[in-house]
């Protein structure tokens, strides 16, 4: 069974951005006031483009330059890569990945609606992690509460990890067989 969960779940819906027609200095002191490592850049209210701090170390620091001698079209990365809010987590972390990009600006019908980056990505794994987790011991609390359960079939084996299609449950563990048997072996 695959669970989907779109996009606008998890994004952040406040973007900030800055105008194309904006100066570098003016796009620094708003991700400054605003505590944010990006910025969209707009164009007449349309995404176009985005910069990170990791494009004004490399084309202006770097270089030792003054922040007006770039203008915000020279700085940005365009085109601006999107996805819709619709759009699959999964899906998106798998683009993400493939395309080595951190953010992903969400867009629906041609209006910027929010932002997808890969913390955000990260937290929805581990707080799914944490879910499953305890779904887990609850699974293992209805399991020891049976009066002499045996065998359980599909799952993951609490010593080497595998998922298994048969456990065991072994001194209060869930095993497989090979971890059963190295078990029974000591």
Known sequence: ??????????MTRDVVTVDVKSDVLHLAKKMLDCDVGSVIITNKQQPVGIVTERDIVRKIVSKNLKPDALSIKELMTTPLITIPATEDVTDTMHMMVKMDIRRLP??????????????????????????????????????????APQKINRGICEECGDNVDTLLLVNGKLLCESCRETLEML
């Open 106 to 147: 969400v867009v629906d019908n041609g209006k910027l609606v929010g932002i997808v980056t890969d913390i955000d990505l990260i937290a929805v794994s581990a707080e799914m992690g944490n879910i499953f987790s305890d779904l887990i011991k609850m699974h293992r609390e209805n399991i020891f509460s049976m009066e």
């Open 1 to 10: 069974m695959e669970v989907k969960m779109p996009v606008k779940d998890i």
